[in-house]
């Protein structure tokens, strides 16, 4: 379910876009929403940033969900998942930004076509301009798995490591219904949150991270319009665990020997912070430019008595 955070600013009249074009393939499409920016602004606003070179390990340094990274590129994303699924046209979801004449993609998906059960599916949320945009969330949801329990966890195992934390906290591979894996910003290895007043094990901690800055378990959460971020933004405490270091990998098993769900999802929330501040910036920049203009512009009017 989405939410809008509304705020009465100049920004209020920005909007999710409804759909993405139809009658053109999944790649021609994404030409018109990926980046970079343009280097030219709407009349009167600002050149959008060049993109911004991924931070060290953004790209390269974590473990992949199907293939995705965190800090993969939009593009390269993209393709990636595209390829995996020619005959699928993947979900797009635009998002206006102003001084960017065309729309851009928050994220895109793939299995959320229809309504009707889907043994796949994936969400892939991406960081929005002046910045580079690249990935900072994934998440992929198996359904309708027969898949023996021991060999499902052995797979992650193999895959990811030891697990650093698991739901329930004291549990055997029996009971285990999440596991956690924590990363620094060149993803090696982290040490996990100290519980605290609210979560008094640290995978209680993650798993609150992990809903941050979405709306559910929808693909297109309009987190990043400005008009609800400008809002979101103030009330953020970026010196709490989840804003400065929830950068993490997680799975979920289903309940019973023969697994029949599997969920893994990762994310960044410290590069989708920055994106998110970087992108007020530049929208509020631009408030303030049409602004000053309309003044010069006023005070070159004369009344006429």
């Not at 970079?36 to 340094?61: D, H």
């Not at 796949?120 to 329990?149: F, H, M, S």
């Not at 209680?204 to 933004?233: H, M, R, T, V």
Request: proline share 9%; charged share 20%; aromatic share 8%.
């Amino acid at each position: 379910m989405r939410n809008s955070v509304l705020s009465t600013t100049l920004l209020a009249s920005v909007t999710i876009a409804a759909a993405a074009v139809s009658a053109q393939s999944a790649i021609e499409q994404l030409k018109t929403y990926t980046q970079p920016a343009p280097a030219t602004g709407k009349a009167g606003g600002p050149n959008a940033a060049a993109p911004a070179a991924p931070r060290n390990g953004e790209a390269t340094g974590f473990p992949d969900i199907a293939g995705l990274r965190i800090g993969m590129p939009l593009r390269e994303a993209f393709t990636l998942l595209q390829s995996a699924h020619p005959a699928v046209k993947l979900g797009m979801y635009p998002l206006d930004i102003p001084g960017i004449d065309k729309p851009v993609l928050e994220g895109f998906s793939y299995g959320w076509e229809t309504l009707a059960a889907h043994p796949e599916r994936v969400i892939v949320d991406v960081t929005p301009p002046p910045n580079q945009q690249v990935v900072w969330k994934v998440r992929r949801y198996l359904a309708q798995q027969q898949i023996y329990r021991a060999n499902a966890l052995a797979s992650l195992r193999e895959k990811y490591g030891k697990e650093m934390a698991t739901t329930p906290a004291v549990a055997d591979d029996q009971h285990i219904s999440d596991m956690w894996w924590v990363f620094d910003e060149q993803g090696h290895p982290a040490k996990l949150p100290n519980p605290g007043p609210s979560w008094p094990s640290a995978d209680l901690k993650l798993a609150e991270c992990g809903q941050k800055l979405i709306y559910g378990n929808d693909p297109g959460s309009s987190w990043f319009a400005p008009n609800n971020l400008e809002g979101q933004l103030k009330n953020l405490d970026l010196a709490e665990w989840c804003m400065s270091s929830g950068i993490a990998l997680h799975a979920y098993i289903g309940p019973g020997d023969i697994v029949r769900m599997l969920n893994v999802d990762m994310f960044q929330l410290p590069l989708a912070i920055r994106s998110a501040s970087a992108e007020m910036k530049f929208v509020n920049e631009l408030a303030k430019r049409q602004q000053q203009q309309q003044i010069d512009k006023a005070k070159q009017a004369k009344p006429k008595l």
